[in-house]
């Protein structure tokens, strides 16, 4: 399972989506190709949404608990 964060890109508004940033990056926009900086997510959010939700299977299998 990856969680995906979008970034709208400022020069198109364009969402440009990312899997988890958890470094300060540039990223390229997929319709304008321009280039811009994103924030990064915090990396122990991620790892608490993808514990409660098993890594996908809490999603998939609904007698999973």
Do not use: W
């Not at 811009?36 to 991620?46: L, N, Q, T, Y």
């Amino acid at each position: 399972m990856e969680v995906l964060y979008f970034y709208a890109c400022p020069f198109c508004g364009h969402d440009v989506p990312v899997a988890a940033p958890v470094q300060p990056a540039m990223v390229k926009c997929d319709v304008c190709a321009k280039h811009f900086p994103i924030v990064p997510v915090d990396e122990r959010s991620v790892r608490f949404i993808k514990t409660m939700l098993a890594n996908g299977r809490a999603g998939i299998d609904p007698d999973f608990l």
